[in-house]
């Protein structure tokens, strides 16, 4: 079980009115590297995987939720205020058409989110290799959306969350050594 | 101590379309470098942990737009 903590993991700022860059965003929300597929990713493998990083999947599929959180906050933030020519010319016409102004778990092109983007081998090698995997795209999408963005408080939220990546990266290969160690073998230092 | 951007130089062809665009840079963060982390490693305070995005000042690689250095050779 869960519990919820009313706010968010790291606060959120975003300092001009830029509906577009709402429309990157949403690759973090719905995409195939995003939060969502990190979130369902590890807390589904966590039933499968070595029991020694059973808790790291847990914590680390727990935190990509907040990220998630976070992400919603951005998009929400950039395009509350927006009238539908404002959505329009930022490329979200079609958005608007089909969601409104809510939010939906798509791709910055616009498709639609899909558990196919996720994997569970069964296999711990394989799954935390992607796992790695999917820190390291992530973390990639984190700096292309920072190329693109000159919003100064948006960036500073988005290298929070790019630093994140990189620690979850860190902990998923230190997973790998975990079980990949011969523990019967005994070791003289 | 690891450099965590690197740099290349890709061929250049007399008959590219746009002026060249170079050197292009790709991200190599501490993870790649770490391996185990070490016990005992220098932490952040609380509050400057949460503006760096980790406690470890060991873990902390952050990331600038690359195209803000870059300037197009005409």
């Known amino acids: 079980m869960w519990y919820y903590e009313k706010k968010l993991q790291y ?18 929300y719905g995409g195939a590297d995003g939060e969502l597929a990190a979130a369902l ?7 499968t995987i070595p029991d020694q990083v059973i808790g790291l999947l847990n914590d680390i599929g727990t935190e990509e939720f907040a990220h998630l ?33 809510s939010l939906y778990f798509e791709n910055a ?6 558990v196919a983007h996720i994997q569970s081998k069964g296999d711990p090698v394989a799954d935390l290799y992607e796992d790695i995997a999917a820190e390291e795209k992530a973390r990639s999408t984190y700096q292309w959306i920072i190329n693109l963005s000159d919003d100064q408080g948006l960036n500073d939220s988005l290298g929070f969350l790019r630093e994140r990546e990189i ?20 070791k003289v230092f | 101590m690891p450099t965590y951007r690197k740099w290349f130089y890709p061929f250049i062809s007399p008959f590219d379309p746009c002026p ?9 963060p501490v993870q790649l470098y770490l391996g185990f982390q070490p016990a005992g490693m220098e932490q952040f305070s609380p509050v400057q942990a949460l503006a760096h995005g980790t406690l470890w000042p060991g873990l902390y ?3 600038t737009n690359p195209y803000l250095e870059k300037r197009r050779e005409v």
């Open chain 1, 11 to 28: 606060p959120v700022r975003v300092s001009t009115c830029n509906p577009t860059l709402a429309k990157y965003l949403i690759e973090q």
């Open chain 1, 41 to 47: 990713r590890y807390l589904n493998q966590r039933y």
């Open chain 1, 69 to 101: 959180e976070m992400i919603a906050t951005m998009v929400y933030k950039l395009t509350k205020d927006a009238t539908p020519e404002q959505l329009k010319a930022a490329g979200l016409g079609a958005h608007y058409v089909n969601h409104g102004k």
């Open chain 1, 109 to 114: 092109g616009g498709e639609s989110f899909t």
């Open chain 1, 167 to 186: 620690v979850h990266s860190q902990r998923f290969r230190e997973a790998v050594e975990l079980i990949k160690e011969d523990r019967t073998e005994k």
């Open chain 2, 20 to 28: 060249p665009l170079t050197p292009v840079s790709y991200e190599t």
């Open chain 2, 61 to 63: 690689t952050p990331y």
